[in-house]
């Protein structure tokens, strides 16, 4: 469902991304490991061309989705982003109530049916295992929320307008053991209805989600298998040095 | 049931499936023994090699979750504890089926029901399968209190193999002539004092498991709480 073709990718003269080739199932869970600096975000944040937004860079090869390139000139890019969702490493939900968070991106799709953005915010929020939690106080500010659950109504307010892909950006690099815990189980769980691709900087957070994991190195994608694979009996010997931490 | 959960719950589950094969293997070479049913034994060489992917099963589920969820503590113990009882299951399994192979292959009219009833080969049976059934219960409602019980009874399965010595010596005496079948049947006793020393073994992995004591090689085996 989600292929890059010949990646290459430049910030200005530095050579990002280099000649990167992969494939990503349909309702799978994804991971990206690999040394800080390794090009593994910059990677993650093609598919729904967040590197637009970031001057003076160049793209060359093909990201497809469903077969169409994301980045042809027909293409309209808040279309995408519709369907291609992002959550990011630290929380970033608005200055608005809980309520009003996830039903943000249905009304900037000119949504106006109040019951049906009622049921949608109900559902997002199921979805992302925080309703119970909130749902006798919806109109409270968000910021009122512990770091795990903003990461959860961020990840309600992603679902809410119904992509097919998500993107997360080490969503639990900033939380608690116990939150991660609830996050992991949350995107466990999400991969039968989203095809969610996720770079961790925590190798065992990789091996509990995933199902295929691919390994990063100074631009590079050095090995991309199963997550069983690469965690049991890696190819390749980079890989094997990075996973053990004998390197990185 | 979190998702780790539901991993380790699956692997105790094929070994909850590994144990009531080898259970009931244990039950049809003692049947097929003491009946000389060669039909009987016969079923139970072919079923080995189901047990035998049983516990390549395991292990290799056994290693996925070491490596994928980084276990701790009493879920690092119970996934190292059950690679071992696993392999310990497929031993007492080889067992089960060299003494229904000595069923098909045996042809001495030595092992009459009188020497039977003398060996005691049927109380030895039942104790041996009654120290893997308890140990499944102690297993799978992670309760140790019955461990004393368990490593208690393979005394009494030791007892009779030392006794069998004896008993097979006289009958060889008497009958020079199944020499070779008295020596063979002796093998066979020897295989049901093994298999209670891997309940045993498996004993000491539960304890292992859920109480985080070593037992092996020490005389505490011996002192468990009953």
Known sequence: MIEAKDINFYYGDFHALKNISMKMDKHTVTAFIGPSGCGKSTFLRLFNRMNDLIDDTRLEGQCLIDGQNIYDKSVDVSALRKRVGMVFQKPNPFPQSIFENVAYGLRVDGVRDKQLIRNKVEESLQAAALWEEVKDKLKKSAFELSGGQQQRLCIARALAISPDIILMDEPASALDPISTSKIEDLIYNLKKDYTIVIVTHNMQQAARVSDKTGFFMLGNLVEYNDTKKIFLSPEMEETQNYITGRFG | ?226
């Not at chain 2, 009931?24 to 049913?37: G, P, R, T, V, W």
């Not at chain 2, 310990?88 to 069923?103: M, S």
């Open chain 2, 1 to 226: 049931m979190k998702h780790t959960e539901k991993e380790l719950a699956a692997i105790k589950e094929e070994v909850s499936q590994m144990w009531r094969l080898v259970l009931s293997q244990i039950e049809k070479a003692k049947q097929s023994l003491l009946n000389n049913d060669i039909e009987l034994a016969r079923e139970v060489v072919s079923r080995e090699k189901r047990i035998n992917s049983f516990e390549l099963k395991i292990d290799s589920d056994c290693e996925n979750y070491i490596a994928l969820f980084n276990p701790v503590a009493i879920d690092l113990r119970l996934a190292l504890s059950l690679i071992k009882i696993s392999s310990t299951l497929e031993r007492i399994a080889d067992f089960a089926e060299g003494i229904a192979r000595y069923v098909i292959e045996n042809s001495c009219e030595l092992i009459t029901q009188e020497l039977k009833d003398e060996l005691r080969l049927e109380t030895m049976f039942d104790t041996v399968i009654e120290m893997l059934s308890d140990s499944y219960v102690a297993l799978d409602s992670e309760n140790t209190k019955l461990s004393g019980k368990i490593l208690a009874k393979d005394e009494t399965v030791d007892e009779i193999y030392h006794r069998s010595t004896g008993v097979l010596t006289d009958y060889m005496r008497q009958n020079p002539a199944e020499i070779e079948c008295g020596l063979k049947t002796m093998l066979v006793i020897r295989k049901i004092e093994r298999m209670g020393d891997h309940c045993s073994n498996i004993v000491e992995d539960i304890v292992f498991y859920i109480d985080a004591k070593v037992l092996k090689h020490s005389k505490n085996s011996e002192s468990v709480e009953s």
